[in-house]
């Protein structure tokens, strides 16, 4: 059984860092891709970021991209989102989803993934 657990949302004000994490289990072999997405109140669900454990290769959405940074611990099952430069409108949570896939997804939708953490909130105060 796939597992996702997210942690190191919290409260930042502008213009600071969190690094957020995404452990996963239930997989046997590194065929898949790991996706962060956020949620704001009110609006949908969007892709952030995305990385493949296979090959490293990473996929950022234009509003992120630059401030950013998605990365691997394979040796720890886990994945990274390392946001700097944090702006009141990255407040959301932050969901981080997984499917198998040899390359990484160039988010278009929530379809994209099969399964889903629990979520964390990530609050950015002006």
């Known amino acids: 059984e796939v597992q996702l657990v997210e942690s190191g949302g919290g409260w930042v004000q502008a213009g600071g860092s969190l690094r957020l994490s995404c452990a996963a289990s239930g997989f046997t072999f590194d065929d898949y891709a790991i996706g962060w997405f956020r949620q704001a109140p009110g609006k949908e669900r969007e892709g952030v970021s995305c990385i493949s454990r296979l090959d490293g290769s990473t996929y950022y959405a234009d509003s992120v991209k630059g401030r950013f940074t998605i990365s691997s611990d394979n040796a720890k099952n886990t994945e990274y989102l390392q946001m700097n430069s944090l702006k009141p409108e990255d407040t959301a949570v932050y969901y981080c989803?997984?499917?198998?896939?040899?390359?990484?997804?160039?988010?278009?939708?929530?379809?994209?993934?099969?399964?889903w953490g629990q979520g964390t909130q990530v609050t950015v105060s002006s």
């Open positions: 989803a997984a499917v198998f896939s040899y390359t990484v997804i160039k988010i278009k939708s929530t379809r994209d993934f099969d399964w």
